[in-house]
């Protein structure tokens, strides 16, 4: 298997080529050339890691990875993904994507990143920096991705005081290998200091920057093992296609879905959950393609004017009518995130977080008779990662699932720094040592 960009159809280039650049040298994203059809045989396997090895297999063919997929899937998807039911007719289940070191589903596009870069790496490699900018959740994930990972160093970027509490704990709680650093600024700050430290090419070449982005092919091709999952464990209990709700900022974790329904899993319809951020809605209807600037919402990880993937998408589906093809979109405002949070605690004792709760109130407002079909929503994130926003609304205390309770004794440490340059420069400068 080749990929190149969206923006050319050449160059191509291998799997792990693909990994190690991230983006393309001409800005596009990396995508496969051709699409593999999934093979029949995953229907005969039940757990995760086979399945997700059986999927992933022919997008590693002829790499360097291909023979090491099956240890690296097997280290990366170390945790379940169950699919529960939540109406008593078992129309409505939740995939729930939350039980893993950091209980967001970054997990385990980051863990397989990680698990894959240290397969790459020769022990006469100088040790890599991975820097990433954060506004909450992606750092926590690749900071316990990279935790104690012999070769790597992490610094993880966030703005400080913008990140709640429990976020800053997972940004914070690492040692090692991991540095955390709040900066005097916001998000965009952040981000405007990876792409400058990135640019600098003294820096860059001696530190060996390299980046754990969410456009990384590498975080994206292993979010389909998870749909794989579902909807062939769907499949053999009920020989029906399940159709899927996803909560959506930068459409990373809808196209896992999608390019999962294209290579021929058992998927049927897409619904692209989104806040009040609605740039796919808004084009959807109007065949336009308008980024927006960024508003805040109470689904904050979703907070995207722009979604990085949205050219990803637009390479599979180029016109708006394409697009109305292959899936659907709904916005769902603060207000209708709150009541649906208190509305589905109290109908069926189920508590989810605010970025869930965007999916669960598109599947209330589906018409009944498509409601009727087998429906997953995707549940993004364990909602003890957001107590202050839910805890409220449900009037009780959200318990924390182990792997939080884990953290929450840790010690933390972090540095802090103005959004200049030269601070993170002289901040890099002391790893380097
Ligand atoms: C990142 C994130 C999202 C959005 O995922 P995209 O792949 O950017 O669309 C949704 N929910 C949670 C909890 C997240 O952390």
Redesign the pocket.
Known sequence: MKYRSTRSPRPQISLSAALAQGLAPDGGLYVPVEWPHWSQDALLADALVPIATTMMRPFAAGDVLETSLETICGAAFNFPCPLTTVTADGALSVLELFHGPTA???DFGARFLAASLATLRRPTDPPLTILVATSG??GGAVAAAFHRRPGFNVVVLFPQGRVSPAQQLQLTCWGDNVLGVAVRGDFDDCQALVKAAFRDSDLALRLHLSSAN?INLGRLLPQMAYYAWASVHHWRQFETKLSFIV????????MACVWARQIGLPIADIIIAQNANRSVVDFLDTGEWRPRPTIATL?S??D?GN?SNMERLLDLTPSASDMRKALSACTVSDEQIRQRIRHDFAEYGRIW?P?TATAAEVYAQLEPPRRKRPWAIVS??HPAKFPEIVEPLIDSTIKLPPALAALADRATHYEVMSPEIESLRAILGSLAG
């Open positions: 967001a589903f970054k959740d992606t969410s909560p959506s900022g930068n459409l990373g974790n809808a689904a990880a979703m995207s979604p977080c970025h993004t994130a």
